[in-house]
């Protein structure tokens, strides 16, 4: 079993910041391409950033310039710092992980797209 818990959520006015963060845990072993998507209210799920397993990263292009995906293998965590925050930006905010998973004896199975519960992220204008 693979578990994400997000955290960082919340109320800020514009022009602040916040910081999304994504723990994983479970039987893991490697963790591929992270992502950050989100969906406004009426609207369809989209892609902020992304950061491959080498670092490479890729925005869209509402979150560059603005916001900064990371990641830290050692703690299997991943960040969404955002800043100069638009009311555009309140949406709920998933964590999406590509995993390879592996058995009780450590052996990799497969690799699935796992997601996060969402957090809610609000800017007030």
């Known amino acids: 079993q693979v578990q994400l818990v997000e955290s960082g959520g919340g109320l800020v006015q514009a022009g602040g910041s916040l910081r999304l963060s994504c723990a994983v845990s479970g039987r893991i072993f490697n963790l591929n391409t992270m992502s950050w998507y989100r969906q406004a209210p009426g609207k369809q799920r989209d892609l902020v950033a992304s950061i491959t397993e080498g670092g490479t990263t890729n925005y869209a292009d509402a979150a560059k310039g603005r916001f900064t995906i990371s990641r830290d293998n050692a703690k299997k965590t991943k960040y969404l710092q955002m800043n100069n925050l638009k009311s555009q930006d309140t949406a709920v905010y998933f964590c999406?992980?590509?995993?390879?998973?592996?058995?009780?004896?450590?052996?990799?199975?497969?690799?699935?797209?796992?997601w996060g519960q969402g957090t809610q992220v609000t800017v007030s204008s």
């Open positions: 999406v992980v590509d995993i390879t998973y592996s058995d009780f004896t450590g052996t990799p199975v497969a690799v699935k797209d796992y």
